[in-house]
């Protein structure tokens, strides 16, 4: 094998081109008819697809923030932070070796299409192979030759062997895969052909295209010949390239186009904050928005998600819904408003709008809607950040304020809204009845101390659900102990509207939100901690939109500080194995893993054993979004498949820190008829290993 390493030596060649690297005039006139039939065709795939997102509802914040945008983009787009998301490493690593080597290669793909009107020696501006910077870009570009034959195979092997469920094995997936090998195949082609024909070859300058070089000599191949071979490698690669970014537009590898896009207008305020809707009721009705009633009320940003679904399956994983057989996935709902929109965009594009189908039930049916939890565990794992919650909640808007009185309508949720608008509870019970709970308990209204420095906005549960009781005197215990400064509205507190907006009562929601909002202003409230994960998410980060903002707690924060500032300690042994499970809205929508652990921690000879799925990846009990209060007839129950695996670990008490966790958990102990394993909520382990001289304080 001969090396030739003096960078130098190839650029000296190329001072006296040989004429077969020369620009013909059959070149030129093949590469412009090559990229101008490709252009033309691509630009026509294009039109319709990008032009009809300028006819979809605008979000303006999707345009602001932009110095968090670029950050989000470097690191989950360029740098693709969550494509090597540890549950996923394998193919992670995969797509990451795949894309780096397209970033690389587009440097190429342009040197490539350029050669075709210049010649074969063309090399981009300080990209030479006489410059450090370009024999540098050479080395790198071979190396991410084999990366990308690496990673498109580990991807052949799981489509055609391995054949994970959550991924789809399409024709097209597999067929994008062996043009992608076919490009890299070319290329090594060209470039070996090229170097035997100068006489270069040096594996250190250029390490799989010298190798292959040296092999032709190896093998006594004339150079003619392997310069035919290259040219013709040549133009196939050229061919594919323009074939490949034709066929992108037309399936699941779109995303190729708007991936980028989509991580860069992805929301950067909270997830756990719906969109705001105007309501003016003193507009026309027919012009006000009531949430997404045909496919031209979705946003762009919608559609362009839909655009960017990569279909790996990564949303179906953990999805309670999948899981339990539902018919609802966020892969499958984005095929099903793509198509659609693609179907209807001739129609959008005219402004025959009224002429659309109605989108629930036609296009995607009413079950769809309903069964989300938003547990959110799709949009946690989307390696392009497609937004589910939203739209979903966007149509079920409609349905709740416009179509409430039709057969698909869930009539449960029409139950609930009644009993928050008359009692300002989601079950009917005597709006006077919501202080009851605490009246033997010695627990301060804002009335008897006005002077609090906090507020404990009990919620509808904690004043009304039995077994909730139960868990706000153990908190009142803890926080008593502690000789925390608190009050509670008592009868002067309302539902906060959370049931309200997730089930897609927009104007229920923003009512109950003003009347808390108001009666906080009432009493200067300023720090305010609750018991329930719902009831925290939506004043912390939903009020806001309603101009109101406050320093809001989770009893699990709050407690957690409580022992950290060791103003409790708690001292009476549980001496058992306990199991925690991660409620989604203080999980994944607001990041609390750590504390309710801690809390859990500091309970003396108590044992804390996890779940397989747990913190980010936790499986949700099937209540959330409004699902604590509707029928579940479709497929498994979704407790008790969270209940099963928490008995699994052995532990025999199954903490959370919900009222909708520890209801549906203690439900889904009943319903398999489970023994010798308890529900609490965390608190109440603290609560009860606190001793006298502890609550002595209080
Ligand atoms: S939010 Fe949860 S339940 Fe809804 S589709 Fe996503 S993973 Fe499934
Ligand atoms: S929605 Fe996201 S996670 Fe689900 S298949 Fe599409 S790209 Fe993958």
Redesign the pocket.
């Known amino acids: 094998m001969t090396l030739h390493l003096p960078i130098s030596w190839l650029a000296a060649k190329m001072t006296t081109t040989p004429d077969v690297f020369k620009a013909t005039q059959e070149n030129k006139i093949a590469m412009a008819i090559l990229l101008g039939v490709g252009l033309l065709v691509f630009a026509a795939l294009m039109w319709k697809r990008m032009l009809v997102l300028l006819k979809l509802r605008h979000e303006p914040f999707r345009f602001e923030e932009f110095g968090e945008r670029f950050k989000r983009l470097l690191l989950f787009g360029l740098g693709q932070k969550r494509m090597v998301d540890p549950e996923e490493f394998k193919p992670g690593l995969a797509h990451v070796m795949i894309f780096g080597a397209f970033m690389v290669l587009s440097i190429r793909t342009v040197t490539l299409v350029l050669m075709g009107f210049f010649g074969f020696t063309f090399h981009l501006p300080l990209l030479g192979p006489d410059t450090i910077l370009g024999s540098g870009y050479l080395v790198l570009k071979d190396f991410v030759v084999l990366t990308a034959l690496a990673g498109t195979t580990y991807f052949l092997y799981l489509r055609l062997v391995a054949k994970p469920e959550r991924m789809s094995v399409s024709g097209e997936g597999v067929f994008i895969l062996f043009l992608i090998q076919g490009l890299m195949y070319t290329e090594i082609l060209f470039e070996a052909g090229l170097l035997h024909q100068v006489g270069n070859y040096s594996v250190l300058h250029h390490p799989v295209g010298g190798l292959v070089a040296n092999l032709y000599a190896t093998l006594g191949l004339s150079t003619s010949t392997t310069w035919m071979m290259g040219v013709v490698g040549f133009w196939i690669h050229c061919f594919i390239i323009l074939f490949f970014l034709n066929l992108l537009p037309l399936g699941k590898h779109f995303h190729v186009i708007t991936g980028l896009f989509n991580v860069f207008f992805q929301r950067v305020h909270s997830v756990g904050q719906l969109s705001w809707i105007d309501i003016d009721m003193e507009a026309d009705m027919d012009k006000q928005f009531w949430g997404i009633e045909k496919i031209h009320q979705m946003t762009w940003k919608m559609a362009l998600d839909t655009y ?8 179906q994983t953990h999805c309670p819904t999948y899981i339990t057989d539902k018919p609802l996935t ?2 499958g709902l ?1 095929l099903t408003i793509k198509q659609h929109l693609l179907d209807s965009a001739g129609t959008i594009m005219s402004g025959k709008e009224e002429e659309l189908p109605d989108l629930v039930p036609n296009v995607v049916s009413s079950e769809t809607i309903w069964a989300c939890t938003t547990c959110g565990w ?1 949009e946690t ?4 950040f ?1 937004e589910q919650v939203p739209r979903i909640v966007d149509m079920r808007r409609y349905q709740a304020m416009v179509k409430s009185d039709t057969s698909d309508f869930p009539q449960e949720a029409v139950n609930v809204f009644r009993g928050l608008e008359e009692q300002s509870n989601p079950w009917n019970l005597s709006r006077s009845d919501r202080g009851a709970w605490a009246e033997e308990l010695n627990i301060p209204t804002v009335k008897d101390n006005p002077d609090f420095d906090y507020l404990w906005y009990v919620g509808c549960a904690a004043a009304y659900d039995d077994r909730q009781k139960k868990v706000a005197a153990a908190l009142a215990k803890v926080i008593n102990a502690a000789g925390l400064n608190y009050a509670i509205l008592a009868t002067e507190e309302s539902c906060n509207g959370d049931t309200a907006r997730r089930l897609g009562n927009e104007y229920l929601f923003q009512a109950l939100a003003q009347e808390t909002i108001d009666t906080f202003g009432k009493y200067k409230v300023r720090k305010i901690f609750t018991q329930c994960p719902h009831c925290f998410n939506v004043i912390k980060n939903e009020y806001p939109q309603l101009g109101a903002s406050f320093e809001v707690y989770h009893h699990s924060e709050l407690v957690q500080q409580l022992l950290y500032d060791e103003r409790i300690k708690p001292n009476k042994e549980f001496d058992k194995l306990v199991t925690y499970h991660d409620s989604c809205y203080m999980g994944r929508y607001n990041d609390v893993y750590e504390e309710p652990r801690r809390m859990l921690r500091s309970v003396p000879g108590l044992s804390l054993v996890e779940m397989p799925r747990n913190e980010r990846q936790s499986f949700c009990c099937g209540a959330g979004g409004g699902r604590m209060w509707l029928e579940e007839h479709i497929g498994g129950r979704i407790n008790q498949e969270r209940v099963k695996e928490a008995v699994e670990t052995g532990a025999s008490t199954i903490a959370s820190n919900c009222p909708f966790c520890l209801t549906m958990i203690r439900d889904g102990l009943g319903e398999m008829d489970i023994e010798g394993v308890d529900a609490v909520d965390i608190v109440e382990l603290v609560a009860n290993s606190l001793d006298d001289e502890n609550t002595s304080q209080s």
């Open positions: 960017s679904c990569t279909e790996c399956g990564r949303c966020h892969k984005n799709c794992a989307c390696p392009v497609i």
